[in-house]
């Protein structure tokens, strides 16, 4: 290769810009990194810019060294390992700056504006997000412009010659960049394992459940899962995703899974309703998985609970796709083991006294099970509300003070509350988290779950009818079950001080353009897989899609646009194209030279002419003619479009004998 | 010797014919181009990237991996684009004494938009950048250490640029012939050209030696600056021209026979200090080596045959 031409000395303007793009990439990374990462950053680089502006000397190879070391054993330190994705980005973000103190050839430069690039790819692990998204595009077009700036040797650039052609290469390389994200084949799994934090959207139901994170989980519109069924879609209201089944209550708040999961093997009175459907999970890092009622027989690599979970047999880290079927219509556990039953009353005497008073004094008032639980829920449908935004419960007898005082909350308040009523009112009951509902894709059919369709609700079990399911949150707000969460919420449940403050309902529909475009974002951008990629050119009639059919696609769309983009470029720079004029005057000397008398370069048209006449009396006038319009097109009057075809056309017929 | 074997393998691969006449259009086939250091060094980061991507299933990591292919492969045509289409014209060549650097300029032409970064450089040799603007020309100045008198060829220059992002390095080689005349290097130590050179014709007219002047008389247009004196401009006493008594005697040969030397070259060092020495005092004086006769005359233009005529003697 080349020999380099002598490195430039780094200018400082250029330095500056640097550190400011390398500033701006690291910025979303600071709050969640601790705070002695964030001071070591910020000073390291305002030391740099310190340096660059007084043109101070470089600190000695020692001092680099101490850094090196400290940085290596605070990071260490903090996360006891240097894989993972928190501590990956801390030891890389503290090797940048320390590599941006040191840097003092052009080489040095060039590798720190590369380690840009990959801060960039660092952020997309915690959120792929729009808003993210357009920042770090306007981050890697600052590092073009870095990169400008220091290949533009012998003048410093201004702030336009700088942003203007990085722009320029960003928006001339979008065609190839859509083009290969389409195109380039999607592998189905990870190349290597990955650490269990290393992904970001891993938001999903936990094993426990308390009053309120639930509803932390419904603000979110990541897709939990997306369900193709076979056949008619059962309605919204039986669309029950069981997930996690919490069997063990703390007293006060807390529901959560068994430690230790109850063995399977269920004898069932009945099971219709067969329902077939193909389930494909994102990714959560849990084993759930989650199914309609009392799932058929499990998928391959899954298992059946005794509670009806279905489990994966390893954690879910990559999207999984599974067949499943399952039964709408069941009868099963009236033959229960009373260990077991009496497992599924235990509460806490201490806590929430006055709803166990309550429940108590009910179930003595009515034996009977049904007048109880209708009791119950029209306790709840008098003055209960369904809301997002819960007021804050008293943490020693939450549910007292729900029940009581409140009296606003959301499922897990009342799937909570209402299992401790009937707790304490002698009849076993268990708290089920998952989803309900869901969302149909008008494009496919397809239903999508999003992590806003995340529900809880209770079981009983009564004697002679095994478990029952009772969602109380029907009681309140019945919508809820039928129609989804906005419908039972409306906007004001969302985002409620925006939209109180908009009568014509502007925001809300901003709102609600916002969020479908982010589904579209999630959908075809941030969820395109091999998959996606198969549907994609299923839709578009390319009978197979394999890596071969892609690789072939790549290079042909490489080619394609590449000379587009060429062909583009220079045009602009081709010679202009000469009068037209000029060319049938041109190709006319030529044809008279061809028969030996060619113009010298020095005559005029009119002395050309008179010396054509004087040689060649038979063509005289063909050609005082062609001279005539050309002399008229090109130095007189010009001439149209017309004249121009009609000298070109004598030109053509010109025959110099 | 693997430098020079590289060096005639890439005269034959991009041989030109040389001279070209000039303008030179650094047209399609001209120009060619090559990945940099950085570039690959680039092209591996991109891959590193692609591998996170892929293995994170990171679809924004695919975007950007995309966007940095692309971007490099437009940067491929911008910078070929950066050098298309240029004008390439050989520009002056000044004289210089030997051991000085002779500046071999090229000027550059832009049909369309202004082309940052260009740069020049013969061989190896570190490159001189310019920015050429569209409507004019830009010179661009070769420096070269003038070693020897004589004849001092430019051979062929490279014309380059990685602008704008240093991905790819895109050139082309243009060889007008450049040459510059080297004069001998003026021997300080040759003193002043000896009296008795002067022309017999001349003799009994008294001479007080070169420093000393004889007498003012009123400036005439045209009288060097040097002879101006200045110390009686300060006394007010108006603008006065030195006259020395040598320059009133009429007539000096520098010949080659009194220039004594050890060799050749030497001789002609005392020779060209001598012509420097004799133009400096306005005196009127010619020039006698082996083959080449200068009759006596003053002026730049003679000043510059008789110099010409020492740099290009027996070559």
Same mark, same amino acid.
């Given at each position: ?26 910025? #979303? ?28 000397? /470089? ?64 952020? &997309? ?24 700036? %220091? ?9 336009? =010659? ?178 077991? +039953? ?41 003055? %209960?509300?369904?809301?997002? @935004? #819960? ?26 509350? %209402? ?26 059919? @397809? ?36 129609? $989804? ?17 908009? #009568? ?31 549907? %994609? ?13 892609? $690789? ?15 062909? !583009? ?12 004029? +000029? ?54 009057? $010009? ?8 000298? !070109? ?9 | ?29 001209? *120009? ?29 990591? &695919? ?14 045509? /911008? ?29 550059? @032409? ?7 970064? *260009? ?39 490279? *014309? ?5 992002? $240093? ?28 009296? /008795? ?42 603008? +006065?021209?030195? @006259? ?57 233009? /003679?000043?510059?045959?008789?110099? =010409? ?7």
């Amino acid at each position: 290769m080349k020999t380099p031409a002598a490195s430039p000395h780094l200018d400082v303007r250029n330095v500056m810009w640097l550190l400011a793009a390398m500033a701006f990439v690291v910025a #979303p990374h600071l709050p969640r990194l601790p705070y002695w990462v964030d001071a070591f950053f910020t000073l390291i680089v305002a030391w740099r810019a310190w340096m660059a502006w007084k043109a101070l000397r /470089h600190p000695s190879r020692w001092v680099m060294a101490l850094l090196t070391i400290g940085a290596t054993i605070a990071t260490l330190q903090q996360y006891r390992t240097l894989s993972g994705r928190e501590a990956g980005v801390t030891l890389l973000i503290v090797m940048t700056a320390l590599k941006l103190l040191e840097m003092r050839t052009q080489r040095e430069v060039t590798l720190s504006i590369y380690l840009g690039f990959f801060l960039v790819l660092t952020n &997309f692990l915690f959120s792929q997000a729009i808003p993210l998204g357009l920042y770090m595009l306007v981050c890697v077009w600052i590092l073009i412009g870095t990169m400008v700036g %220091f290949n533009r040797v012998g003048s410093t650039p201004t702030l336009r =010659e700088r942003l203007k052609p990085s722009a320029m290469l960003l928006l001339q390389s979008i065609p190839l960049m859509l083009a290969f994200f389409v195109i380039f084949p999607r592998a189905t799994g990870p190349l290597w394992a990955l650490p269990i934090d290393s992904r970001s959207g891993m938001t999903g139901l936990t094993d426990t459940m308390t009053p309120g994170n639930i509803s932390n989980l419904i603000k979110s519109d990541a897709l939990a899962f997306r369900v193709h069924f076979d056949g008619p879609r059962p309605a919204y209201s039986r669309l029950y995703w069981r997930g996690p089944v919490m069997t063990e209550f703390d007293g006060g708040a807390t529901w959560s899974v068994p430690p230790i999961a109850p063995p399977g093997g269920i004898s069932y009175s009945r099971r219709e309703g067969r329902v077939n459907y193909e389930l494909t999970l994102e990714p959560h890092n849990k084993t759930w998985v989650f199914a309609l009622d009392v799932p058929a027989e499990p998928p391959p690599g899954t298992y059946v609970l005794g509670d009806l979970e279905v489990r994966d047999r390893r954690p879910v880290a990559e999207r999984r796709r599974y067949e499943m079927s399952s039964y709408l219509d069941y009868r099963y556990g009236e033959g229960a083991s009373p260990v077991l +039953l009496k497992s599924l009353l235990k509460l806490d005497e201490r806590r929430n006294p006055r709803t166990i008073a309550l429940a108590r004094k009910w179930a003595a008032e009515y034996p009977d099970k049904r007048r109880l639980l209708q009791q119950v829920f029209q306790f709840y449908n008098r003055e %209960f509300t369904y809301t997002l @935004e #819960p007021p804050p419960l008293d943490p020693r007898n939450p549910y007292d003070d729900f029940l009581f005082e409140t009296k606003q909350g959301f499922c897990e308040h009342y799937a909570g509350s %209402f299992a401790l009523i009937m707790r304490a009112a002698g009849i076993p009951a268990r708290v089920v988290t998952g989803y309900q509902g869901g969302e149909v894709n008008p494009v496919n059919n @397809e239903l999508i779950v999003r992590q806003a369709d995340a529900h809880a609700w209770t079981e009983i079990w009564l004697e002679g009818q095994g478990w029952l399911r009772v969602d109380p949150t029907a009681a309140v707000s019945p919508l809820r079950v039928e129609g $989804g969460v906005n419908a039972a919420l409306g906007p004001i449940g969302v985002i409620p001080t925006l939209v109180a403050a908009d #009568p014509l309902g502007l925001l809300a529909s901003i709102r609600d353009s916002w969020r479908a475009m982010n589904s579209q974002w999630d959908e075809w951008v941030v969820g395109y897989n091999s998959e996606k990629q198969r549907q %994609f050119f299923m839709r578009w009639g390319a009978p197979s899609v394999d890596w071969q059919t892609l $690789g072939v696609w790549l290079i042909a769309a490489t080619f394609g646009l590449g000379s587009a983009i060429s062909f !583009a470029l220079f045009i602009r720079d081709l010679p202009p194209r000469r009068e037209a004029s +000029l060319a049938a005057w041109e190709r006319f000397c030529a044809k008279l030279g061809a028969s030996g008398l060619a113009r010298s370069p020095s005559e005029g048209p009119l002395d050309y002419l008179r010396r054509v006449t004087r040689e060649r009396p038979d063509a005289a006038a063909a050609a005082e003619d062609i001279t005539r319009r050309y002399i008229e097109a090109r130095y007189g009057a $010009g001439a149209s479009r017309e004249q121009l075809r009609e000298l !070109a056309r004598r030109v053509r017929e010109f025959r110099p004998a | 010797m693997i430098a020079n074997l590289r060096q005639s393998i890439s005269d034959w691969i991009f041989r030109a014919r040389v001279p070209e006449t000039p303008p030179v259009t650094l047209v399609q086939r001209r *120009i060619f181009i090559l990945p940099t250091r950085q570039g690959y060094t680039f092209a591996a980061t991109v891959l590193l990237l692609l591998v996170a991507s892929i293995n994170y299933a990171l679809a924004l990591g &695919f975007a950007l991996t995309f966007t940095l292919v692309g971007m490099a492969g437009v940067a491929m045509l /911008h910078t070929w684009r950066n050098l298309a289409h240029l004008k390439l014209r050989p520009g002056r060549c000044d004289p210089v004494f030997a051991g000085e650097t002779a500046q071999f300029a090229i000027t550059v @032409e832009t049909p369309s938009t202004t082309r940052f970064s *260009i740069a020049v450089r013969r061989r190896d040799e570190e490159a001189v950048y310019a920015d050429v603007a569209p409507h004019g020309m830009t010179a661009v100045s070769v420096p070269v250490v003038a070693q020897r008198r004589g004849l001092l060829r430019c051979g062929r220059l490279e *014309i380059f640029t990685r602008y704008p992002v $240093g991905l790819f390095h895109a050139w082309s080689y243009i060889d007008f012939d450049l040459r510059a005349i080297v004069y001998p290097r003026p021997d300080p130590a040759a003193g002043a050209p000896p009296l /008795h050179s002067r022309s017999d014709a001349e003799e009994g007219i008294p001479v007080a030696g070169d420093e000393e002047f004889n007498l003012l008389r009123a400036y005439r247009p045209g009288d060097a600056p040097k002879l101006i004196a200045w110390k009686a401009l300060a006394r007010e006493q108006g603008l +006065l021209t030195k @006259e020395f008594s040598a320059m009133a005697s009429s007539e000096l040969w520098l010949d080659w026979n009194e220039a004594r030397a050890p060799d050749v070259e030497a001789r002609l060092s005392v020779l060209a200090q001598w012509v420097i020495q004799a133009e400096r005092f306005g005196q009127s004086y010619g020039l006698r080596i082996p083959g080449v006769s200068i009759p006596p005359a003053r002026g730049e233009a /003679h000043r510059t045959r008789c110099l =010409e005529a020492l740099a290009l003697f027996a070559q």
